[in-house]
């Protein structure tokens, strides 16, 4: 009894540091964000004062967080359709042993070893209008002479940052398909082949993988900002903005500290729904091992 | 032995802790200003160690630098002051930046030292005043004119600079017939647009209507907004910028500008630091001053003015006062920061002489100009600041679109206002 008692001590003692950091790193910015998102304060000094909802109501009349809120789902939809399927398609080319898949893999894997400053530099000399990668090959396909700026024109800046963002991600996706398709021991995977199983049944081994890619693919593009902040900021004139982008500007360009917790309170909501999402359908896919 | 040893250890282990609860400054001659700016790398870090080191044998006091580069300092000063985590220096840009940093109380007011230090008959263009009172040492500034490469207007035959608008877009004509792009823009982190902006509008409506647009009692919807923008649409229409500002850094206009690329680009004039840096000099530069378009308007020039300021809970605030004194008392000093970062010093006592050709020739346009206006980041509150330079690249991108932008902005500048 006394053992045991000296045990749960020990343990709620060995949690204390854990616990601390993390409340002192998350639980109290978050407390304060949303206490912040009811005042006006701008970031300097200690003049602001309580407004109540004014801030979450300022929502619904700036054109400029709907343009972030539609960027944002266009980033959700793309993470949950581009890395996800490439991921797919290499993990079973790199799964069907073609000769150097392990140099094949730690290829694609290498991008997510990268950091996000790293990766956003390099795509932003492949976008480059006059020498970089892009426009040097299309030119040389062509025979054209394009200074196509992809940055820098609301049509594309977005979708050039989805795609840096995507070729990142795909490392990772296509490792969770591999150790989704490897848990299966080889000699059951040769089996399934000698009796005639398709690709189509060998995707369905991957399911409770997919679960996993599609989740943090999507947690992942809420925090899609680094490779942004790099790329455009957002830009140009703020029509490559998402939620995360659009709470920075707000909050340290424009001083409006008050307005910009509102949204990340949003931000915040939004994020939390997902993962509860996701920890229903992981529960899901564990009853159905069980 | 052991107990001894235990009280050693707790003896100074109690020294210690004392000297580390008494303030810095006590505890050290001298003491040390920390201080975070945003001259970096092009910007002339090097000249401002050589001037710390000058200041620490001086006085003493050591000077704690944590620079951080010029895009990234507007957020990162701005991240330091929500964290109550402010140095005692810091540079800011005098102007409604400061004037908004003053309204939220976060700096120390220095009308004392001031004073003490005689800085009215010291100090040049400096004479802001924030809500009555002196918070901001003007240590250098400068002026946006239209720096152009000789030899490419050489080339195109045009031996005689632009007076009038007319003149201006002849020369532009001028230039494309010699397959010259006329100007270059680097807007991708927007400012750089804004020198166009303000000039046009100083020089149709004149430096005081543009007053009250800054201030918010004029709109972003009148007459005199749309005419100086149909000005600059003309430009953009007529093919005289060079190809998709918005990509490029003002760095990379200026790169195109001395590769030949283009003739002339509208920047301050610390892009003679850049290029003296780049072995493109003097000789091979010059400016012109943006044209008269109206008769009988002021003749305006424009330009930012980098300042120091202390912040209100300074851990150090005499040693700042003396740091602050120093950058712009002594006129060695500011001769030499004046020269490594291609800056006009605030400091009167210096002598033109010093200025290179180019530079004595921008001191000349200032003083015969019969107003200085801050560029319009600096002049406008930075939340309105914020709205009308993306709509200043928004319409870079579509200058079509120019009636639709002007709403937008006045609609966006006035909620900005209000807060």
Redesign the interface.
């Known amino acids: 009894m006394n053992l045991e008692r000296d045990k749960t001590l020990w343990r709620l003692a060995m949690l204390i540091p854990p616990l601390a950091v993390f409340g002192v790193l998350v639980v109290w910015p978050l407390f304060s964000s949303f206490y912040y998102s009811f005042t006006?304060w701008?970031?300097?000094?200690?003049?602001y004062r309580y407004v109540g909802l004014d801030n979450f109501l300022q929502i619904f009349?700036d054109?400029l967080f709907m343009r972030a809120i539609v960027n944002t789902v266009i980033w959700m939809l793309a993470a949950v359709i581009l890395p996800t399927g490439l991921g797919l398609v290499l993990a079973l080319l790199i799964d069907s042993q073609v000769p150097g898949a392990s140099v094949f893999k730690s290829i694609f894997y290498l991008p997510i070893c990268l950091s996000a400053i790293v990766v956003g530099q390099i795509w932003v000399w492949i976008y480059q209008?006059d020498w970089g990668l892009l426009n040097t090959a299309i030119n040389l396909v062509t025979g054209g002479d394009s200074?196509f700026?992809w940055?820098?024109?609301?049509g594309t800046a977005l979708y050039a940052v989805i795609a840096a963002w995507s070729w990142q991600q795909t490392g990772l996706a296509m490792v969770i398909f591999l150790a989704g398709l490897t848990a299966i021991p080889s000699d059951l995977v040769e089996v399934c082949h000698i009796e005639g199983a398709s690709t189509g049944q060998r995707i369905r081994q991957v399911r409770p993988a997919t679960v996993v890619v599609v989740a943090l693919g999507v947690i992942n593009s809420l925090k899609g900002f680094d490779v942004l902040y790099i790329m455009t900021g957002g830009?140009?004139?703020?029509t490559s903005d998402t939620l995360a982008m659009h709470m920075?500007?707000e909050s340290?360009?424009?001083?409006?500290?008050g307005y910009g917790s509102a949204i990340s309170v949003v931000l915040f909501l939004i994020a939390l729904a997902i993962i509860f999402a996701y920890f229903r359908q992981l529960r899901k896919v564990d009853q159905i091992y069980e | 032995m052991f107990k001894t040893t235990r009280r050693a250890l707790m003896a100074s282990a109690l020294a210690s802790g004392l000297l580390a609860a008494l303030p810095a400054h006590e505890a050290f001659a001298g003491g040390e200003v920390t201080i975070s700016h945003y001259f970096t790398g092009d910007l002339g870090l090097d000249g401002l160690k050589q001037i710390f080191a000058e200041f620490n044998k001086e006085t003493g006091i050591t000077v704690k630098d944590s620079p951080i580069g010029h895009e990234d300092f507007k957020t990162g000063i701005l991240v330091r002051a929500a964290g109550g985590n402010l140095p005692d220096v810091f540079s800011y840009w005098a102007g409604a930046r400061t004037q908004f940093v003053v309204n939220s109380n976060s700096l120390h007011p220095i009308d004392d030292m001031w004073k003490a230090a005689g800085l009215d008959a010291i100090v040049a263009n400096g004479a802001t005043l924030y809500n009555g009172h002196r918070y901001l040492v003007p240590f250098g500034y400068h002026y946006a004119g239209m720096f152009y490469n000789k030899k490419v207007m050489q080339k195109a035959g045009i031996t005689e600079m632009p007076k009038t608008w007319d003149e201006f877009k002849a020369m532009c004509d001028k230039l494309k017939a010699a397959g010259v792009a006329p100007i270059a823009l680097g807007s991708k982190n927007r400012w750089p647009a804004q020198f166009w902006f303000d000039y046009l509008l100083l020089r149709t409506a004149g430096p005081d209507y543009r007053a009250k647009l800054m201030a918010g009692t004029a709109s972003y919807t009148d007459p005199e907004v749309l005419e100086a923008m149909d000005l600059w649409k003309q430009l953009l229409d007529a093919g005289d910028f060079a190809k998709t500002p918005n990509a490029y850094d003002w760095t990379d206009a200026a790169d195109q500008v001395q590769r030949g690329e283009a003739a002339m680009t509208l920047m301050g004039t610390w892009i003679t630091g850049y290029w003296n840096n780049n072995k493109f000099t003097d000789a091979d530069y010059d400016f012109f001053e943006f044209p008269t378009v109206k008769d009988g308007v002021p003749r305006a020039a424009v330009g930012p003015v980098d300042g120091l300021v202390i912040s209100a809970n300074a851990k150090n605030a005499e040693g700042a006062e003396k740091l602050l004194e120093f950058m712009i008392s002594k006129p060695d000093v500011q001769a030499k920061w004046a020269s490594i970062q291609g800056a006009l010093s605030a400091n009167v006592n210096v002598d033109a002489k010093s200025y290179t050709p180019v530079m004595q020739h921008a001191l000349d346009v200032v003083k015969n100009a019969q107003a200085f206006a801050f560029n319009y980041d600096l002049a406008t509150p930075p939340p309105v600041a914020e709205v009308g330079l993306s709509a200043f690249a928004q319409f870079i991108d579509n200058p079509g679109d120019v009636k639709s932008i002007l709403d937008q902005t006045q609609a966006a500048a006035a909620a900005a206002f209000k807060q």
């Open positions: 006006n701008n970031g300097f000094g200690a003049n009349d054109p209008p200074h700026a940055l820098a024109k609301p830009g140009p004139f703020n920075y500007n340290f360009k424009k001083y409006h500290m």
